[in-house]
């Protein structure tokens, strides 16, 4: 079993849609939380960042963690065409390297 | 946040040979990272790379075949040596972001060995 899970998509959406995209883990240690955007033949970039559980807005996005379902969400409004990408998430313990999902292409038609 | 610079952005290789690629950060930081991401695969940890000491490597990655420098607290390269076709990926290196929090990272390198 991965440590951690992603749906591979590809999810495709109309403009305007909302959109979910979602990361199971099974450490439980895991305690920072992030979603990168990652467009064809660029380095990642990242969106999110969430220590522990909770929620985070920040603009379109919002970022949820849910630890006790070791569950983390990651979900855009009014989604544009320039939001298509693959989008990645990872994780770490304290002090510990970066967990990587496989990451979601992401395809927004207008 | 930092901003990470890093070159070449792309480069075809003969098999055999070996390729250096170089990681410059506008701040000093700790730890760099360096990751490989396969055609349609996420990204894998190589090695972590603290200056003034030999870089970590992690399993499934060896020093002779990813040899990694750390001269200075703002630059590292990584070398991908004897290269096979299976070397073929994008390579990235990676900091922790203080202000923004997570971690940053370069625009790769895309790697093509024939």
């Known amino acids: 079993q991965k440590e951690v899970e992603q749906d591979p998509g590809p999810l495709s959406v109309p403009e305007g849609a909302i959109v979910s995209l979602n990361c199971t883990y099974s450490n439980s240690a895991f305690q920072y939380f992030m979603w990168y955007r990652q467009y064809s033949r660029k380095g990642p970039e990242l969106l999110m960042y969430?220590?522990?559980?909770g929620n985070k807005e920040d603009g379109r996005f919002t970022a949820q963690v849910d630890k006790s379902s070791k569950y983390i969400s990651l979900f855009i409004r009014d989604s544009q065409p320039s939001d298509s990408a693959t989008y990645l998430c990872?994780?770490?313990?304290?002090?510990?390297?970066?967990?990587f999902g496989t990451g979601t292409r992401l395809q927004v038609f207008p | 946040s930092a901003v990470i610079s890093q070159k070449p952005s792309r480069d075809i290789c003969q098999r055999g040979t070996s390729l250096t690629i170089q990681c410059q950060v506008d701040?000093?930081?700790?730890?760099m990272f360096w990751y490989r991401q396969q055609p349609g695969q996420s990204l894998t940890l190589i090695a972590t790379a603290n200056q003034g000491s030999e870089a970590t490597y992690e399993s499934g990655f060896v020093i002779d075949k990813f040899p990694i420098s750390r001269p200075n607290l703002t630059f590292s390269t990584l070398t991908v040596s004897n290269m096979s076709p299976e070397d073929s990926s994008i390579y990235l290196c990676?900091?922790?972001?203080?202000?923004?929090?997570?971690?940053?990272f370069g625009s790769g390198t895309r790697l093509t060995v024939v």
């Open positions: 990872a994780m770490s313990r304290r002090s510990d390297k970066l967990i």
């Open positions: 969430t220590y522990s559980s």
């Open positions: 701040s000093q930081v700790t730890m």
């Open positions: 990676s900091v922790e972001s203080f202000t923004l929090g997570g971690y940053t």
